[in-house]
């Protein structure tokens, strides 16, 4: 079963405006992370954020805020403010405590950001 | 230190042949993993060092490649017979991770792109 679900394969939006993309995930641990990361065309794989199951304020990283809604697991990354510079594939990925070290990571999101 | 360096960014190669990949990771990390990513998919684990001790393996890791980190530092992984569905990106991390779950101690690297012709 997939652990992580992403089901915008691709997502437009205006320069300047705000959007979310979506993710859901399973897991049967209690303790466990959520993380956004994004990929350019370059390759490299770009942190930009982070949940821990415990948390209870939802995270903020500059324009980059996570709307974490744990009994519907869902961990959507908001994006404020669109720059042309934010047009990547996004990932959702989790690790949990209790299965080792490796992310499982969702499909991804292409993101396009128009003038 | 300049992050996670893998090499070559490229390669293209002919079915059957054998190819390595080499990750030098942050030097103070203690900690390396492979990961695979086929075009239009997230990456997906394949196998994590501590040190020089292999600790885990995925399925995904078939008998035609093997993965070692010798002295700790660096990694290869090798691919023998390459099939044509060897193709895709090959992503290699490091960490140094103070609790499982630390966020900032993860670093991956631009990745090798292989194309098996």
């Known amino acids: 079963a997939q652990k992580i679900t992403q089901t915008q394969p691709g997502m437009f939006v205006q320069e300047k405006e705000a959007v979310t993309l979506d993710c859901t995930y399973d897991t049967s641990d209690q303790s466990y992370g959520l993380f956004w990361y994004k990929q350019p065309s370059s390759g490299e794989m770009i942190f930009l954020i982070y949940q821990g199951s415990y948390d209870e304020q939802n995270a903020t990283e500059g324009r980059y805020s996570l709307n974490f809604q744990k009994a519907r697991k869902s961990a959507n990354l908001v994006i404020s403010a669109s720059q042309l510079g934010d047009s990547a594939m996004y990932f959702c990925a989790m690790r949990e405590r209790n299965y080792g070290q490796n992310f499982v990571f969702g499909p991804g999101t292409r993101l396009s950001v128009l003038p | 230190d300049t992050g996670v360096s893998q090499d070559p960014r490229h390669k293209i190669t002919k079915r059957g042949q054998n190819v390595t990949f080499r990750c030098d990771p942050i030097?103070?990390?203690?900690?390396l993993y492979w990961y695979r990513q086929t075009l239009g998919q997230g990456p997906e684990f394949l196998t994590y060092?501590?040190?020089?001790?292999?600790?885990?393996k995925s399925r995904l890791l078939s008998d035609r490649f093997s993965a070692e980190r010798p002295k700790g530092s660096f990694s290869t992984l090798e691919i023998q017979r390459t099939e044509q569905g060897d193709s895709a990106m090959y992503l290699c991390?490091?960490?140094?991770?103070?609790?499982?779950?630390?966020?900032?101690?993860?670093?991956f690297g631009s990745g090798t792109r292989l194309t098996v012709v």
């Open positions: 030097s103070e990390h203690n900690r």
């Open positions: 060092f501590q040190n020089e001790a292999q600790l885990e």
């Open positions: 991390a490091s960490s140094f991770t103070r609790t499982a779950l630390d966020p900032y101690g993860y670093t």
